[in-house]
RNA sequence: GGUCCCUUCGUCUAUCGGUUAGGACACGUGGUUUUCAUCCAUGAAAGAGGGGUUCGAUUCCCCUAGGGACCGCCA
């Protein structure tokens, strides 16, 4: 009887860095595959390099993940806890012939390497400490694991296809450092290994290690797991992301008020896809989501799609809810909304999120509701023409007590008329009077949101800067 | 340089050898709208090049070109 083997992935960053754009996209693909086939996604921090790896960083991803909704199953697993067990393999390894110790130095190496160099030949460690078979005790040495000299390895890989390589270009690769610590391939193989991961889904610039860690699997006599190498993500100009760009982390897109779920939604459509489909909801891509599906080829960001997405989102979430995140993106990124102005904000939020593709947008069209402050700068765009038409309103609108659309349409009409101007030329003042800029939300929006009391304070305030400046 | 991988509109992609090569974003035009935006309509836009295989190739094979990843006692 064949008992079907329980998926397990996991994501496995390591702490030196913020969580990166790529980074969430491999989370979330193990993520999506394992619920896909009702197994378990696992995180696992690989902080084996000790100089480099931070706590901030692990609290970072952590708390990224968690933003995202990208949850894992049990503990996050601490990868150096167990070094012991590493380096108990590591020994294992060197006790059956499968590896050895090395006793070149680091600047022997780089005199054979230099070596080949000269003679252009591709370097690989000469594999010379491979027959040392006496014991030296006052030397350091490092342990290399002994790679296949001949004949090839063919990668199964579930989104590359069959990959097949030599494996004399496997090189001797390091298990265990100078100072007894365990290197990547090692602590990787084998914490796959006692993790029961089933399926190794990570970025194609893993590929190579595959077939090293493929090696310690073999020697060990463990089951091999099933890999799939997902293509990179590049920059728009085609390069490899780098923090320069400024697009490259998750909390990137964070600060400037992308919602989780459509970075979610764009990640999960960049390099894969189902049938036309675009906007996926959490189910749907648990659903369909597959690995065959995930295209070879490296994908560019596109802003403007994230952006897109994302005003997808913003439309289709429900104002109370929409508001709590604009609160908590003002509280970390911006100044915060006094809480005076959040049901304002709130009831005013259908004409405030229209023209909104990120919470930043939606952010600085509500300013001038709880930040208002008419700028000199801004006084300036303000066609001085109009200024005894704006008085008038301003009188009419005092002796009414009346700001409602009607109202408002009703004299606006008549002035026009009567003028023979455009609605823009009282429009573009009015707006910038009442909100400090030359942008934003249609009037009749922006007196109801303000209130009769503010509508009239802002105009009495503009009219008193007018006339100091006429003094001075 | 070596090894491996990739190549459909500007971008993300669809296409189980037979399609007017489809969709989305971005872009152009027109319309709605009391600015901007939204919305609606509409347009332009692609199989890197060359050989095969085949009745037929974007799809399969080879070569070339271009791009990428890796080549650490980092992960």
Not at 83 to 96: D, G, M, Q, R, Y
Not at 171 to 195: C, G, H, W
Not at 405 to 429: R, S, V
Request: charged residues 30%; contains cysteine; proline residues 3%.
């Amino acid at each position: 009887m064949n008992t079907i083997e329980k998926v397990i992935t996991r994501f496995a960053p390591s702490p030196t860095g913020n969580l990166h754009i790529g980074g969430a996209r491999t989370a979330l693909f193990n993520w999506l595959f394992s619920k896909n086939q009702k197994g378990i996604f696992l995180l696992r921090i690989e902080d084996t390099d000790i100089q480099r790896s931070k706590n901030e960083y692990y609290e970072q991803i952590i708390s990224t993940l968690k933003w995202l909704e990208i949850n894992w199953d049990e503990e996050p697993y601490i990868q150096s806890k167990n070094v012991e067990s590493h380096i108990n393999v590591a020994n294992n390894l060197l006790k059956n012939g499968c590896a050895y110790k090395c006793y070149c130095t680091e600047k022997e190496l780089e005199e054979e390497k230099k070596l080949y160099l000269e003679r252009k030949i591709p370097y690989t460690y000469s594999k010379k400490c491979r027959n040392i078979l006496e014991n030296i005790t006052n030397k350091p040495f490092v342990v290399r694991f002994k790679s296949k000299i001949e004949g090839k390895t063919i990668l199964k890989d579930l989104v590359q296809g069959d990959v097949e390589i030599n494996n004399n270009t496997i090189e001797d690769f390091v298990i265990l450092r100078k100072d007894n610590k365990p290197t990547y391939n090692l602590s990787a193989a084998v914490d796959d290994y006692q993790m029961k991961i089933s399926h190794v889904i990570r970025g194609d610039d893993h590929k190579i290690n595959a077939f090293k860690q493929i090696q310690v699997f073999e020697s060990m006599g463990w089951k091999i797991p099933k890999y799939a190498h997902i293509p990179l993500i590049h920059s728009k100009e085609g390069k490899k992301l780098s923090k320069r760009d400024d697009v490259s982390t998750v909390e990137d897109y964070k600060k400037i008020g992308i919602l989780p779920e459509a970075l979610r939604n764009y990640l999960l459509r960049l390099g894969w896809s189902y049938k036309d489909k675009e906007i996926f909801s959490e189910e749907e891509s648990i659903e369909f989501f597959n690995l065959n599906k995930i295209g070879k080829s490296p994908s560019k960001l596109d802003f403007d799609r994230i952006k897109s997405i994302n005003e997808f989102y913003i439309k289709s979430t429900k104002d109370e809810i929409l508001l709590e995140k604009l609160i908590h993106y003002s509280e970390l990124y911006k100044e915060k909304i006094p809480k005076h102005f959040h049901e304002n904000i709130k009831v005013n939020l259908s004409f405030l999120k229209n023209k909104s593709k990120s919470l930043e947008d939606i952010y600085n069209n509500s300013k001038y509701i709880f930040s208002y402050e008419l700028k000199d700068d801004q006084m300036q765009k303000i066609d001085k023409s109009k200024l005894t038409i704006i008085k008038n309103i301003y009188s009419l609108i005092k002796k009414e007590k009346d700001i409602s659309k009607d109202y408002l349409k009703n004299i606006f009409d008549k002035i026009i008329e009567t003028e023979k101007i455009n609605f823009k030329d009282l429009g573009q003042p009015l707006r910038i009077i009442l909100t400090g800029s030359e942008y934003g939300p249609a009037i009749y929006d922006i007196a109801s949101s303000l209130g009769l009391n503010e509508f009239l304070n802002r105009l009495e305030l503009f009219f008193s800067k007018i006339d100091k400046n006429i003094k001075n």
